[in-house]
């Protein structure tokens, strides 16, 4: 009984993996990329400075060009350049709503704080738009996205659990390895990755259905608050507040100087201050929030609040008041790891590797232990799979690198430039798909991994020759963003070579069930 539930467990933890694999591949890639997006959004606009300004700098310029754009609003917003997750002013405003509107018309800019201008560089979909492919793909729907992704994230949750299941000694295999022994070497490397970051896999894969919770559970609100928006807007208003809570007095009045708030608030918080929200700036009852970005998992901090018109400190306001919201933000907080210092970004990054190098090896052992029984006569299912394999763990991160070329190469003046960029990506992908199927599989995989290596290669050069900020000047200047870029470009080139070598080393030797990169039943 106790082996069939283990063999029944197999299967699903086979297949659920397999069905999904692919997609999984790439929103888990797009996603870890993600824990770095500011620092590839500053790489992909490289025309930027890097901003050295104060908080209180920040506030008077936000308020500056505020009061000019727009003096009428209902609410203003400032985000201040004091960490990497805004390395640049940003402002936003919101009219009051126009007759029967629910909202008013809304503007954003990016502010450089020493001459008040707007920034202006490349446009582009930067580290962002890899950070939203990750839960809402691209060329879909909204929504239709997000049910494609919460199902493979489910089938993934259900993956991990039941390779758990399977693997009654799985801590004892995490320190086994047999080297060249075909499908058990690629067990052994699956099994490997798959507990060196098992908690990360768990915790991110249950923390990412919970993120979309009401998307995919819409009734929960429903048998509360009824049917309809304005019911669902009601209770996102009290989950999340609904900002200012005084009466409009209808007397003007104007908003007191922010960077002496931003000054108070910092020595009552005891932190610096990252976000300025200032409802009805215009009415004498207006109010400024304050809030310091959160230093934990927790996502909101204690907020401050203000009156407009005096300055006046009226109250503060705690955060994690409320158990339920405490814990569902918590789970946010731990997905985005918006809270993470430099290293445990990198230690969320690293892991985010090894889980799409898990998924990876999971699809490559399904190939390589079905390999020998379709060495003579491979089905259309088997050939179909391994392409997808080679076309997807390849394919991908050159389509990844064919984006970043892309920013550097497209012209500047581009109409639809942000959107050309993806879709060089998209059609490098499509490529990559496409190209096993007209090739023998051993050889595509050599032929992926040589054209993987000169792009990773060429971007420190292309972008040493497009802009003034190559390796050697990013070194002088300490620009580690940069650096980091390049040397991470250079790894995963060499990365590649190996790969390629080590592949192409056994292109001349039978195909045989005990070879350990048995990829394709096929041979050129």
């Not at 609100?221 to 996102?236: E, H, T």
């Not at 190469?409 to 990559?432: K, N, S």
Request: glycine share 10%.
């Amino acid at each position: 009984m106790r082996s069939g539930f283990r063999q029944s467990m197999n299967w699903l933890h086979t297949w659920t993996g397999l069905s999904l694999g692919w997609i999984l591949y790439f929103v888990f890639l797009t996603g870890t990329l993600g824990y770095f997006d500011s620092e590839i959004d500053a790489w992909m606009k490289p025309e930027l400075p890097v901003e050295t300004a104060s908080a209180e700098d920040a506030a008077r310029a936000g308020q500056a060009y505020l009061t000019d754009k727009a003096p009428e609003a209902k609410r203003w917003f400032m985000a201040l350049p004091v960490n990497r997750n805004t390395p640049h002013l940003r402002l936003f405003w919101e009219e009051y709503p126009e007759g029967e509107q629910a909202r008013g018309k809304t503007g954003s800019a990016f502010i450089d704080v020493g001459t008040g201008e707007e920034l202006s560089g490349r446009a582009t979909g930067g580290g962002q738009a890899l950070y939203r492919m990750h839960y809402a793909l691209h060329y879909l729907p909204r929504t239709t996205a997000y049910y494609i992704v919460g199902v493979c994230t489910l089938f993934m949750l259900l993956a991990i659990i039941t390779g758990i299941v399977v693997h009654k000694k799985i801590f004892k295999d995490f320190f086994t390895f047999r080297r060249n022994k075909g499908p058990r070497s690629w067990l052994d490397i699956h099994n490997l990755l798959s507990v060196m970051a098992l908690p990360f896999h768990i915790m991110i894969t249950y923390s990412g259905l919970v993120f979309f919770l009401f998307t995919y559970m819409p009734l929960v609100v429903a048998g509360s608050y009824g049917f309809g928006d304005d019911n669902r807007q009601r209770f996102f208003d009290e989950l999340y507040g609904a900002g200012a809570t005084a009466e409009l007095s209808g007397e003007r009045q104007s908003v007191q100087d922010l960077s002496a708030l931003v000054t108070d608030a910092r020595s009552r918080l005891g932190n610096e201050v990252a976000y300025v929200n200032v409802y009805s700036p215009t009415d004498s009852s207006g109010e400024v929030h304050l809030s310091a970005a959160s230093h934990s998992p927790l996502r909101d901090g204690p907020e401050l609040i203000y009156s407009s018109a005096s300055g006046e400190f009226i109250r503060r306001e705690g955060a994690g008041d409320q158990v339920p919201k405490a814990i569902y933000d918590t789970l946010l907080g731990l997905h985005e790891g918006l809270f993470a210092g430099t290293g445990l970004r990198w230690l969320y990054f690293i892991s985010g590797l090894l889980g799409t190098a898990m998924i990876g090896s999971g699809l490559i052992l399904w190939s390589v232990k079905r390999g020998p029984s379709q060495l003579k006569n491979p089905s259309f299912g088997f050939r179909l799979v391994e392409s997808l394999n080679v076309g997807t763990v390849v394919g991908v991160p050159i389509a990844i690198g064919a984006y970043f070329l892309a920013n550097r190469l497209l012209p500047a003046g581009m109409e639809g430039r942000a959107d050309w960029e993806i879709h060089v990506m998209f059609i490098t992908l499509a490529a990559a798909m496409l190209y096993p199927l007209a090739r023998p599989i051993r050889r595509c995989w050599v032929e992926l991994l040589t054209l993987a290596a000169v792009v990773f290669a060429a971007l420190p050069i292309v972008n040493a020759l497009t802009t003034e900020r190559g390796f050697l000047t990013s070194a002088l200047a300490a620009d580690w963003v940069f650096i980091s870029v390049d040397a991470l470009c250079l790894t995963l080139a060499a990365v590649a070579v190996y790969a390629r070598r080590y592949l192409s080393s056994r292109l001349g030797e039978p195909v045989r069930a005990g070879s350990p990169l048995n990829l394709s039943a096929q041979e050129s």
